[in-house]
């Protein structure tokens, strides 16, 4: 059994019942202890983080360092391009799989290992 603290993880825990379940990734898991999520058996290891939760970013563009997306959205994603990131839309949320930016139609979401964060 995997148990990991309440408010860790980046889990919004919702009660149904008997046990809880994590809003955004699904996850399910039992409050055997106060304070204390312990993870539906079975369940893989990497849902102690939620993978789906938004987070807050304090960047405001990144600078492309390899593209894997193909299409013509991702026409002149190069490497060493520099992009802002879309952060004030509800229906384009930036988790911890990667940031979404303005591709060459429409917006297009990067991953976490094809950008670098650029300080500006």
């Known amino acids: 059994m995997i148990t990991i603290g ?10 149904l019942n008997s ?3 994590c809003t955004h990734c699904k996850v399910i898991a039992y409050e055997l202890k106060i304070g204390q999520m312990t993870l539906k058996r079975g369940t893989n290891p990497i849902k102690t983080v939620c993978q789906l939760a938004p987070i807050k ?3 405001d563009y ?8 193909y299409g013509k ?3 002149g994603l190069v490497e060493g391009k520099i992009k ?6 509800p ?10 930016i303005q591709g060459a139609y429409k917006p297009i979401k990067i991953l976490t ?4 964060i650029v300080k500006k």
């Open 62 to 69: 990144i600078e492309i360092i390899k593209c894997d997306g």
């Open 73 to 75: 959205n991702f026409l």
């Open 57 to 59: 970013i304090d960047f």
């Open 19 to 21: 046990h809880h379940v």
């Open 113 to 116: 290992n094809e950008f670098k």
């Open 91 to 100: 229906k384009l949320i930036n988790d911890v799989r990667g940031v979404w």
């Open 84 to 89: 802002k990131v879309i952060k004030n839309n």
């Open 6 to 15: 309440k408010q860790s993880g980046n889990h919004k825990w919702m009660k």
